[in-house]
């Protein structure tokens, strides 16, 4: 991830943190990898293109650009923590691709203007302290008529099935407002990268879905939420307790559901 971010799940990346980290964005690359490919296709690379990934965790979104613009382009992974490079770096050494790593601000890149053909960022800017910053710095790296593209939650839009909604709107909102830097910034890409100058821009809603408890938790962090809305005091002990045990009946009894939407976003630099 990139710096500037306090979101708690991501602020102790290099205090021991990395490995789950990691674990988390493996897990991910399954889950959104539809939407990840539609994110890839925005940009429209071809061999021998540049691309910055902004947020690069341990490479493997970067690697696909990699393989994508062959050995005479050129991609560099971007990210706050140094362990999570240093884990790219190791992982990728052996396999011949046109791959950097480096540690960098998101706010203000280390690279001069046009740098790149393209960009990229992947669930980064939900976590920046201001993630306009970060994709003007986007378009100011990428060249003229080169491509960005994004995505990003919407945190508000996560739903479960089978149990009570007034407890699930606590988790959510724990979530979306506290757990989260900009828990809504899915619905903002649009307008950040209109104002950032870009041109032809589009965004479309996808949504993920998930028929396991185990797996929802781990994805969407709903017991951590769930504790927080408690420790906020927007419900109470008991009710978080019903609350988990309905999710687990459900669970096993086949009937689980529970889902959420993002934003897939592309646009051409002026």
Known sequence: MSKGQPHTQWSNVDGGAAD????YLDTMMRVLAAQKQQSTDLLRLKPGMSVIEIGCGNGRDAEALAKLVGPTGRVVGIDASQELVSQATERTAS?????RFQ?????ALAFPDDAFDAARVDRVLQHLSDPAQAVLEMARVVRPGGRIAAIEPDWQTVTVAGVDNDVTRAVVRYKADINVTHGTIGRELRRLLVEAGCVEVTAEQGSITFGQLAATDFVLGLRRSLAGAVSERWITARQAAAWWAGLEEQDNGGKFFAAMSGIIAGATVR
């Open 20 to 23: 789950a980290a990691a674990r």
């Open 95 to 99: 396999l011949g691709l046109p791959l």
């Open 103 to 107: 540690v960098d601000d998101a706010h």
